[in-house]
Nanobody, 126 residues
């Protein structure tokens, strides 16, 4: 089992950048596929990005490709989401998620990730 805590959210102007962090507890962090999702009120949770155990394989949602980068540091039990060229439509609560396994491509459903953080708010002003 793994516990996840996100940080780094905040208010930023359109075109700006933020980096989210997700710190994980547990000795087997490197065993998990790590993902980021986001959600706005009244809408389903949307897949943002995922990375495999080494960080060597990544997968992105269409709406963030080319702007967001997911990475991980297994020595620090931390996964990151670097968000550049932010848009007002990126405003959401961002969640970190973890799931066992090795497949990253297409792993976009929240049901693929049993473990979740509490979320961090990102607000992009126009």
């Amino acid at each position: 089992q793994v516990q996840l805590v996100e940080s780094g959210g905040g208010l930023v102007q359109a075109g700006g950048s933020l980096r989210l962090s997700c710190a994980a507890s547990g000795r087997t962090f490197s065993s998990y596929v790590m993902g980021w999702f986001r959600q706005v009120p009244g809408k389903e949770r949307e897949f943002v990005a995922a990375t495999n155990w080494s960080g060597g394989r990544t997968y992105y949602g269409d709406s963030v490709k080319g702007r967001f980068t997911i990475s991980r540091d297994n020595a620090k039990n931390t996964v990151y989401l670097q968000m550049n060229s932010l848009k007002p439509e990126d405003t959401a609560v961002y969640y970190c998620a973890a799931g066992l396994g090795t497949i990253v491509t297409g792993r976009t459903s929240p049901s693929n990730y049993p473990y979740w953080g509490q979320g961090t708010q990102v607000t992009v002003s126009s």
